[in-house]
C-alpha cells in the first residue's frame, strides 16, 4: 500500500496563509470522514491538529483547519509563526480497515 | 491524563529478536484500539500494528506480517510488540498510540517512542 500523497515541502512567512494537501483516493480520504493530521517537531513524538477532516483538538491553535473535496484533504495554517515550523502527516482510514498515512510535508516558515 | 510509556527497544543484530513494552494510565485501556507506529530515521510515519480492546481483531503492515506479534493485557494495561527476524530496514523509533474505540487511524495520544536499532 502505498503513502498518501503530500507536497514535499511548503513554505511561506510569518503572518501569512499555507495549505498543505493530502491526495488519496475514494477507498480512503474520498470515502471516510476520518481524516486526521499530525504536527511532528524534529526529535518530538507527533500531535494530532485535526481528526475527522475539520476537527480541532481542545488545545490547538484554532489558526489550524482542516478540509476535504473529493479525494483531497488540506490543512490550512493561517497567520504562520515560527513555532509552526514542522513536518505534517495527514492519515486516513481505508478500506482494508487500515489507517495510512501520507509522506509528509516539511513547513518552513521564512 | 493519558499516559504511554514505552520500553525494550536498543540494539539487536539482523535476524535477532526484541520485545517493546508499553505501559498505559489515565484511561480505561481495555476500551481502546492500541496501535505501534514507527519512524525510520529521516523517514515518515508508518503503521506497524494495531489490536482490538478485546485483542480480536489484529492488523500487521506487510512489511512485519509473520515476523512481528502484537499482544496486550487488559488487566495490566499493557500493550506489546514481539519483533523476530528482524532486520536492518526495522531500525526505527517505535511508538506506542492509542486510537479509538473503533479504529479510525485518529491517534490523540503517542508514548515518547523507543529506538530500535538492527545493526550487526
Known amino acids: 500500500q502505498s503513502a498518501l500523497s503530500q507536497p514535499a515541502s511548503v513554505s511561506g512567512s510569518p503572518g501569512q496563509s499555507i495549505t498543505i494537501s493530502c491526495t488519496g483516493t475514494?477507498?480512503?480520504?474520498?470515502?471516510?470522514?476520518?481524516v486526521s493530521w499530525y504536527q511532528q517537531h524534529p526529535g518530538k513524538a507527533p500531535k494530532l491538529m485535526i481528526s475527522?477532516?475539520?476537527s480541532r483538538p481542545s488545545g490547538v491553535s484554532n489558526r489550524f483547519s482542516g478540509s476535504k473535496s473529493g479525494n483531497t484533504a488540506s490543512l490550512t495554517v493561517s497567520g504562520l509563526q515560527a513555532e509552526d515550523e514542522a513536518d505534517y502527516y495527514c492519515?486516513?482510514?481505508?478500506?482494508?480497515?487500515?489507517?495510512?498515512f501520507g509522506g509528509g510535508t516539511k513547513l518552513t516558515v521564512l | 491524563q493519558v499516559q504511554l510509556v514505552e520500553s525494550g527497544g536498543g540494539l539487536v543484530k539482523p535476524g535477532g529478536s526484541l520485545r517493546l513494552s508499553c505501559a498505559a494510565s489515565?484511561?480505561?485501556?481495555?476500551?481502546?484500539?492500541m496501535t505501534w507506529i514507527r519512524q525510520a530515521p529521516g523517514k515518515g510515519l508508518e503503521w506497524v500494528s494495531y489490536?482490538?480492546?478485546?485483542?480480536?481483531?489484529?492488523y500487521y503492515a506487510d512489511s512485519v506480517k509473520g515476523r512481528f506479534t502484537i499482544s496486550r493485557d487488559n488487566a495490566k494495561n499493557s500493550l506489546s510488540l514481539q519483533m523476530n527476524s528482524l532486520r536492518a530496514e526495522d531500525t526505527a523509533m517505535y511508538y506506542c498510540?492509542?486510537?479509538?474505540?473503533?479504529?479510525?487511524?485518529?491517534?490523540?495520544?503517542w508514548g515518547q517512542g523507543t529506538l530500535v536499532t538492527v545493526s550487526s
Open positions: 498510540a492509542r486510537d479509538g474505540q473503533i479504529i479510525t487511524g485518529t491517534i490523540e495520544y
Open positions: 489515565g484511561f480505561t485501556f481495555s476500551d481502546y484500539y
Open positions: 489490536i482490538s480492546s478485546s485483542g480480536s481483531t489484529i
Open positions: 475514494s477507498s480512503d480520504v474520498g470515502g471516510y470522514n476520518y
Open positions: 475527522d477532516v475539520s
Open positions: 492519515n486516513s482510514y481505508t478500506s482494508s480497515s487500515t489507517p495510512r
